[in-house]
């Protein structure tokens, strides 16, 4: 189980606010603790000027790092720069499964002026719940509504819930999530 769950905001440009992040999070791990910690920027290394976007997997090692000297014991960084792995366009986020640390992008996940806010409220919670799990450990769902199911595109994101289905959650009965 978590016993320190930092937040943090990757690079400046927030679609989203880490503070209300935190809330819902917190509704949803009860008795962990939840830090923000300052926002973090040097990700430069990270960033691959052909396609113009970070490499996840880069960023989850710089993480590592920062989680490592703030002491905490898990790390969900939040941006909105654009993320890809090799072999994909984009991803919305990852996570080291089980590990420390995961991050996730709102870039994909249309934080237009047009966008409602609850709606990418919801998109943001659910992507962040995922990678939260792969961090406890949980592979990909078969079940299209449990949060652990793959999102490839935003449809596949708005079809599930932001919760895990009873399979999921019964692996994770050890750790209190509610
Ligand atoms: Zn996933
Ligand atoms: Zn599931």
């Not at 990270?46 to 960023?59: C, G, I, K, M, V």
């Not at 991803?91 to 995961?102: L, N, Q, Y």
């Not at 709606?119 to 949980?138: D, P």
């Not at 919760?163 to 209190?176: P, Q």
């Amino acid at each position: 189980m978590f016993e320190t769950f930092g937040l943090t905001q990757i690079g400046s440009n927030a679609d989203y606010s880490i503070d209300d992040l935190k809330k819902q999070l917190s509704g949803r791990l009860q008795g962990v603790q939840m830090m923000e910690l300052p926002p973090f920027n040097q990700v430069a290394e990270a960033y691959d000027p052909t396609r113009d976007q970070y490499h996840s997997t880069r960023l989850l090692v710089l993480l590592e790092e920062l989680a490592q000297s703030a002491n905490v014991t898990n790390l969900l960084g939040v941006t909105s720069l654009d993320l890809y792995v090799p072999g994909m366009n984009y991803v919305f986020g990852e996570a080291r499964c089980p590990g420390r640390v995961a991050v996730i992008s709102t870039c994909r996940l249309n934080p237009t002026p047009q966008t409602q806010h609850a709606l990418l409220e919801e998109r943001i919670v659910k992507e962040a719940v995922h990678e939260t799990g792969h961090m406890l450990g949980l592979r990909h769902c078969s079940d299209e509504a449990c949060v652990m199911h793959f999102s490839e595109h935003l449809a596949d994101t708005d079809k599930k819930h932001d919760d895990f289905c009873s399979e999921c959650r019964s692996s994770l009965r050890w750790l209190e999530v509610e």
